[in-house]
Structures are given as C-alpha cells and as structure tokens.
C-alpha cells in the first residue's frame, strides 16, 4: 500500500516536469533575444539586543520528576531564563541582495538574485595579537542565489505566465508563505509557479516547490499549492487558498543492530511515515471609509508522523507513530484612520489565536504500564511565516499553542516619520502542567521525585508586553527602524511552556520573578 502511494507521487512529479517543458518548448520561447538588462538590490543592517531573555540551553526540570512523560524535541531544556543572571544577548547582522533581470524578446525574463546573510565579526580574518592573517572560514560563508529563475508570459496567447527555478514566493499576506524568515533573512524555494490572470479582478496560482531531495528513493519533501484572489468587490480582496506540504524522510527514534530492526519492524515500533500537512485558509482585507481590516483563518489536517518522533516517553525510546494535524489558526486586525485629525491617527485591536494542544501529561495508570505509549502535542503549524507578534519571546513565525489580544495606535508625525504603539496580553492554549517542586534561588528541586504522574496545574499567562517602533524614511529609498518591546514575565513563562517551534519545544525558565526586554534598530536601502 505504501509502495503504491510512493510510484503515485513520484509519477505526479515526473508528468509536472514533462508538462512544463512541453509548455515552455510549444510556446517557442526558446528562440528569445536580449532586449534590456537591470540591476538592482537590497541592503539591510540590524543591531539586536535581547534582555534577560537567552542563556545557555538548561534542563528546567529534574529528568527523575519527569520520567515517561512525553515532553517534545528538548524534553525540558530551554534556551530561556526570564532573570536578571548573567548578561544580555546582541547580535548585529547584514543581509545583502544584488540582482540582475534580463528581459528577452517573446515575454520571456530572467532574474538572478545573489545573497549574503553574516553576522558581525563572523568573518574577520586577522589575529591582533600575533598579526597572523589567514583565510576565512568557508563553512560560515553565507553566499548564495536567493533567487534564479526563467519565466514565461502570454503561453500560447493566453494570460498564462510559468516561473522556473528558485523564487521567492508570498502568498495570504504573508501570514503562512513569504520571503522572509526574518527582518534581515531572506527566504525562497526551488520549483515551478503558473499564474493565470483571466481577468484584471482574477488572479489564480499554482506551484510545486522542492524543500528537500533525496535521489536514493522516495524521501522527498515537497510544497503545493493553489492560491486564489478576487479584488472585484470595492474595499475587499479576498484570497482563497490550499497547501499541502508532503515530507517523506525517514525517521527512528532508535538505531539497533539487524536484530533489533527486525523486532520492532514485527512489533509495529519506530515506523513512522510521511508527514503530510492540509491547510485551508482564506485571507479577507481592505479600507472604507476610513476603517481597515485584515483577517486571515485556515485550518489544518493530515499526519503529523515526524512531530510525533519529537514526543518520546522516556525511557521507553518510542513516539507517537499517529499523530496528526487536526487544529485551526487565525489572526484579525481592525483599525480606523481619522484623516481630518493632526498625525491621521489610527487606533487599531488585534487578536491572534493558534490552536494547540499540551499531551504532556500522565495518568497513574501510564505511569504503571511498561508498555505505555505516548501522544503527541500537535498545534498549528505556521509553515513559511515570518509574522512576529511577541518580539521579546522571540516569536519569528514560530510561535503556536499561543493566543494574543492587542489594543495599539499608530500616527503619521511628518510625511518621512511613522510612529506605532501597542500593548497586548499573552495566553498559553493549552498550559504545561510541571510537576511540584521546591524552588531555592531559582534551583527546582521535586517534591516527588520519580512520580512523574503528580503535578500542578500550570499557567496560561504568558504575560503583558508593550511595543513601539518609530520608522523614518529619509529617502524614497533609504529608511531607519527604531522598535523596542518589554515583556512583564508571567507564570507560563518562568514555569515553562511548550510554545516555541510551533508547540514543540519548552520556554521555561528559573521561576526567578523577572521582566525582559527586546530592542533592535535595522536600516534599509534598496537600490
């Protein structure tokens, strides 16, 4: 059954490929001729400083009080301290892009897009103390093609236009698939884009891009997608789209002798398939009258089989072989402008949720049972976003199991100044449960050692945060960010939760009561 599923999806592949070299071939863009070529790029510079938020990678909890509960990728070790010890974290880094487009008879373009991502001091090459110069460290050299594709318009007279090659892809505003993974990180995918614009109000795309291959057998990892727009109705656009994200790698949780291999391949162990993620979505925005909204819901299905692996119920070496996509996510901005008003104000609400689950917990009776299996903590998976609604707790896109209501403010102080303030609570969906411990200076010590089947209710809040950022556009082409972001710490914070990662991974820190803070400035000039 698995082999037929196998030649089916590689046979999709073989006669996507085919048809696109056929429509590029039958459209007789091969006979094209240089018409014009222009360069162009983008440079950007960002200082970063984060406060009592970052320290070396810890295990919060005591492995004896927590033994046989499935606790995600880290178990309980964390990245996070929400306290005041030891020193903050900077980090200042360049992004450059520098492209070239050629633009060919017959509606055929091309475009070359190289890029490079270093961190400040990551490739100096002198040594001061001994004047030794040497060579730089190729392993950290970040030079690459963002993006290098051929594309296509007009295919066969029709509003038909095929992109082939790496390229950069943004889709529902942003919300699920950009070109960013960051502020200053860039993002793009290997494969082949159709868009068909029937009329000036429709516009339809398809594409199939590569995240991963493996040339030894079917162990891919692909992205599809279908991806509508209508902008025929006055302020609204509304997109409708379908993602579908296949990874067939292989994955264990254990690495036996043949023996070993072949017991658990009888007894059904350490067989986890394809991962395979559904998402339905819809994106509704637009203005009138003053007042603006954005609104973008999907829901997501499908097997979650390589998260699963993540949750393992120590000691026992085996994860959730039947884990599965079944969660929704959605975000909602609502503004208005008061345009006859100094500044044009604009007062805005925003609310955020990502559903999520927390199956860390055990029952006496798990606790017991020697052959005890596990359920994963599947939440939403945000797939290829870059949207940041919590800077302090260092979301990036990664961020589920997480829910936010904001109330913020933004205004127009010149034409070159635009200023944004906000404020906004932080909720766990569904909380960590930690087990009963002592707490000595921010040293856990359990209650109960071994009966990890004893806990305490844990917190959803996660905290109150403020944020503000002040951009000035010196030049059409030129602009300088200011944003700062400070985090009162809440319980779900110093207890620990497993937000981060898309709900995979732990946050906790010492339980030292604490706030945080983030602070970065980035300039930007496009050329």
Not at 210 to 216: G, R
Not at 420 to 425: I, Q, R, T
Not at 433 to 441: I, T
Request: with cysteine; hydrophobic share 40%.
């Amino acid at each position: 059954m698995q082999k037929r599923e196998v030649d089916t999806v590689s046979f999709l592949n073989r006669r996507w490929a085919l048809v696109v070299i056929v429509a590029v071939f039958l459209g007789g863009q091969a006979f094209a001729e240089l018409q014009q070529v222009s360069i162009g790029g983008e440079l950007r510079i960002r200082g970063r400083w984060y406060i009592n938020v970052f320290a070396p990678s810890t295990q919060r909890y005591n492995a004896d009080s927590t033994g046989w509960r499935p606790l995600g990728l880290k178990g309980t070790f964390s990245t996070f301290k929400w306290d005041a010890q030891g020193g903050g974290w900077t980090r200042y880094e360049t992004a450059t892009l520098l492209n070239v487009k050629a633009d060919f008879s017959n509606s055929v373009t091309t475009f070359f897009e190289l890029y490079d991502h270093s961190i400040w001091g990551e490739d100096f090459r002198s040594d001061y103390l001994t004047g030794a110069d040497g060579r730089g460290n190729p392993a950290k050299n970040f030079l690459c093609f963002n993006q290098a594709y051929v594309e296509a318009s007009n295919l066969f007279g029709e509003p038909l236009r095929l992109r082939i090659g790496r390229q950069a892809l943004k889709f529902d505003g942003g919300w699920l698939v950009t070109d960013l993974l960051s502020p200053s990180q860039f993002l793009s995918f290997d494969g082949v884009r159709l868009t068909w614009t029937p009329t000036r109000e429709v516009t339809v795309d398809a594409f199939d891009m590569k995240l991963h291959e493996n040339t030894t057998g079917d162990e891919d990892a692909d992205f599809y997608g279908l991806h509508a727009t209508y902008t025929g109705i006055p302020a609204l656009t509304v997109e409708g789209y379908y993602y579908f994200l296949r990874d067939a790698g292989h994955v264990e949780t254990t690495k036996l002798d043949p023996v070993g291999e072949w017991a658990e391949g009888r007894l059904g162990l350490d067989q986890y398939g394809a991962t395979e993620i559904h998402t339905i979505g819809t994106h509704l925005w637009g203005k009138e009258s003053g007042f603006d909204y954005d609104l973008n819901f999907a829901c997501q299905f499908g097997q979650a089989a390589h998260v699963g692996s993540y949750f393992v119920a120590t000691p026992l070496p085996y994860g959730d072989q039947k884990a599965d996509y079944n969660n929704f996510g959605g975000a909602l901005t609502v503004g208005y402008t008061f345009q006859e008003l100094k500044f044009q104000p604009r007062p805005f609400v925003m609310g955020v949720f990502f559903n999520g689950e927390d199956n860390t917990d055990i029952s006496f009776g798990d606790w017991l049972n020697p052959f005890y299996k596990p359920k994963a903590s599947v939440s939403f998976n945000r797939l290829f976003s870059d949207s940041n609604y919590a800077g302090t707790l260092n979301d990036n896109g990664s961020m589920s199991n997480f829910a936010q209501a904001t109330v913020g403010l933004e205004a127009q102080l010149a034409d070159c100044i635009r200023v944004h303030l906000h404020g906004a609570k932080d909720w766990v969906v569904d909380p960590f449960n930690p087990p009963p411990c002592w707490n000595f200076g921010g040293v856990r010590v359990p209650k109960f050692p071994g009966m990890s089947f004893i806990t305490e209710k844990g917190s959803n809040d996660l905290g109150w945060e403020i944020a503000g950022w002040i951009k000035y556009n010196y030049s059409a082409d030129l602009s300088i960010l200011f944003y700062g972001n400070y985090l009162w710490v809440g319980d779900a914070l110093r207890q620990g939760s497993y937000v981060q990662g898309y709900g995979t991974m732990f946050n906790g820190g010492t339980d030292v009561k604490c706030n945080a803070a983030y602070i970065f400035w980035m300039t930007t000039l496009k050329f």
